[in-house]
């Protein structure tokens, strides 16, 4: 465990379901990340909260919606997702001041 | 905008020899880079970095030598181990800790 937790670790869906991901850290960190893992793709960031606050959306659909109710949570709310939405969905944090970021282990959405 | 690339998807090396992993940018304001490691079904860990101050950082089995005219930093790894068999990511940020940018990964295959 690297101290941000990730569930479910897998979750398969159909288009028209709504579900979440969760993300939780207690390391004191202040900025949490989802991001999305493709394969043979750079990992994208999809959203930054530092302080609580959404920092950064990098042109992500609506079908995703992020949520951070503290410092410590992060959610990623989908609903009507696409096939090509089917990734490794990872969640990691960081000190806004500090060095590197803390990964989860990540959740592998299939949408079907 | 791909920032960061790594252009080679996979490398393999025999056991005890070195393992050179490759990671190009484009962005000349990048001042932090960093390498991470992923093993399957794990999120990604941080493994070692260096600041744009420095041209070279140590690390028992691995070195990260940056060189800034080029945009181009370099992970060695050795001896090479079995155990280092793995997805490696290079990423590289912009003073702010907030946006961090990662390569596609290279896999890394150490053969007995």
């Known amino acids: 465990e690297t101290g941000v937790t990730q569930t479910p670790r897998h979750l398969v869906m159909g288009m028209t379901n709504k579900k979440s991901l969760k993300c939780e850290q207690h390391?004191?960190?202040?900025?949490m990340y989802w991001y999305k893992q493709s394969a043979k793709k750079p990992l994208e960031l999809m959203f930054v909260?530092?302080?609580?606050?959404?920092?950064e959306n990098n042109s992500v659909p609506s079908r995703f919606s992020p949520e951070c109710p503290n410092s410590s949570h992060l959610f990623l709310h989908l609903h009507t997702l696409q096939p090509e939405d089917s990734a490794l969905y990872l969640c990691a944090s960081s000190h806004l001041t500090g060095v590197g970021y803390t990964f989860g282990s990540g959740t592998r959405l299939t949408v079907v | 905008d791909q920032q960061v690339k790594q252009n080679s998807p996979s490398l393999s090396v025999q056991e005890g020899r070195i393992s050179i992993l490759n990671c190009d940018y484009t962005?000349?304001?990048?001042?932090?880079f960093l390498w991470y490691k992923k093993y399957p079904a794990e999120g990604p860990t941080f493994l070692i970095s260096i600041s744009s101050i420095k041209d070279k950082n140590e690390d028992g089995r691995f070195t990260v030598f940056l060189n800034k005219s080029a945009k181009h930093l370099s992970l060695h790894i050795v001896p090479s181990q079995p155990g280092d068999s793995a997805v490696y990511f290079c990423?590289?940020?912009?003073?702010?800790?907030?946006?961090?940018?990662f390569g596609a990964g290279t896999r890394l295959t150490v053969k007995p």
């Open positions: 390391l004191g960190h202040n900025a």
């Open positions: 909260y530092s302080l609580e606050e959404r920092v």
């Open positions: 962005n000349s304001m990048f001042d932090y």
């Open positions: 990423a590289a940020s912009e003073g702010n800790n907030n946006d961090m940018r």
